[in-house]
């Protein structure tokens, strides 16, 4: 009997890869606290949703400087000790944030430097994140953690935005983020449990500055090169550059007195995206990896364009959820299919390519969205945006033809 639903062996299979993804699960619950409480400031302090879309291009441009160097440390030093690094950077923009709301600044620019901070955290950790994982789990079970990845993504997603919207509307924002903090120093308890040898395994000439750009730049060149790859960020870019309908949630929540119903917004796609990895199973037998991706992102801009005529109603939530069930989908693909291809000589700086293309996307869709629903309305952007989204992506991803006809190279036959 093929199995639908989830697997959970790697969790006892690898007892790092346990202590590991507790302490990111736990993480990124926090993170995503904090995800719904800063726009939410924002929003409160300059009612604009083009300034909460600010935040997002400030964030993208960290990630992409620090992402890129985070991604070549990780190549280089100690993935565990980077690690602990990023969280201690994370937990001092979180207190830096509590001292704001304490004192009751209404700068809004000090406001996008402490996002930007917790981006950089967050630039900084992912790259060494996925290379230890990959240093820890088995080539044949890499089809198996992917969907455990977008678990943690998904659920994350659900609770600490709901949570967060919660916590704003009865205890206040300084509390808030006080919570965010505690969850960075749990991680890194967890991440100290973590035995195996986080040290690459062959290590990148490192004694001179000119060498980590090359680095760098010797990763970009390798996913350059490779049209598969390309493929897999830039259909996932577009579809959330033309559909990314978060920047709008503060202004809806806003509008109708009911700051509770701000994290709703945040974790419906999320929910739908729990659903999708719970019945994951199939996933493990799919090998055209490139459509799966293509259909994925272009439902998900459906799944927007669907929100736009429906939101304020319960449709609204179904639509969000409905396309957070197909983006986590494409997650999955996207996982697999990187792991499979990248060599493990590339991997920290490939993962840092990976965030940037999955970041850059909602974080430019968002500040667009912004600008366009302040000009346009909120209705005739999501709707733009959703039905542009659907035709780009199809004709993006049918014309990149090696990926759109690739072939997983490791069948799997999980029964």
């Known amino acids: 009997m093929k199995r639908i639903s989830i697997d959970f062996s790697p969790f006892k299979k690898y007892p790092d890869y346990r202590w590991l993804y507790a302490g990111q699960f736990i993480s990124f619950f926090g993170s995503m606290i904090t995800y719904v409480a800063i726009p939410y400031q924002m929003y409160h302090l300059t009612k604009s949703s083009t300034m909460v879309g600010s935040i997002g291009i400030i964030q993208l441009l960290t990630l992409i400087i620090f992402g890129t160097l985070g991604g070549t440390w990780a190549d280089i030093y100690n993935r565990k000790k980077l690690m602990i690094g ?21 700068s809004t620019a000090l406001l996008i430097f402490l996002a930007a901070l917790m981006s950089m955290a967050k630039a900084l950790e992912r790259p060494s994140l996925e290379a230890i994982t990959q240093q820890i789990i088995a080539k044949e079970d890499f089809a198996l953690i992917s969907p455990l990845g977008t678990l943690k993504s998904n659920a994350g997603f659900i609770v600490g935005p709901a949570v967060g919207g919660i916590l704003i509307a009865s205890v206040g924002i300084i509390s808030t983020y006080f919570i965010d903090l505690l969850t960075f120093i749990i991680s890194i308890f967890c991440v100290l449990k973590v035995k195996f040898d986080t040290r690459p395994s062959s290590k990148v000439p490192s004694k001179k500055i000119r060498e980590h750009f090359y680095s760098i730049k010797e990763g970009l060149s390798y996913a350059w090169k490779n049209p598969v790859l390309m493929g897999s960020y830039v259909v996932d870019i577009l579809s959330m550059t033309f559909a990314f309908p978060t920047t709008l949630f503060p202004a809806l929540a806003y509008g109708v007195a009911n700051q509770s119903l701000l994290g709703w917004y945040y974790s419906s796609p999320a929910i739908g995206g729990l659903v999708a990895v719970l019945f994951s199973g199939w996933t493990y037998r799919v090998i055209h990896h490139g459509k799966s991706i ?55 700086r490939l993962a840092a390519v990976e965030m940037i293309s999955y970041t850059c996307g909602p974080l430019i869709g968002g500040s667009l969205m912004g600008i366009m629903a302040d000009q346009l309305g909120k209705k005739t952007a999501l709707g733009m945006g959703g039905a542009m989204g659907v035709v780009v992506v199809f004709v993006v991803g049918i014309k990149i033809k090696s990926f759109w006809n690739y072939r997983s190279i490791h069948q799997n036959s999980v029964s």
């Open 86 to 106: 990023a969280s201690l950077v994370g937990a001092c923009g979180n207190l830096g944030l509590i001292i704001f709301s304490y004192t009751d600044s209404h």
């Open 294 to 348: 293509t259909w994925c992102a272009a439902l998900w801009c459906l799944g927007i364009l669907g929100f736009a005529f429906t939101f304020g109603s319960i449709w609204g939530f179904i639509f969000l959820a409905l396309a957070g069930l197909f983006d986590s989908y494409s997650g999955v693909f996207r996982s697999t299919l990187w792991n499979e291809l990248i060599d493990s000589h590339f991997r920290g």
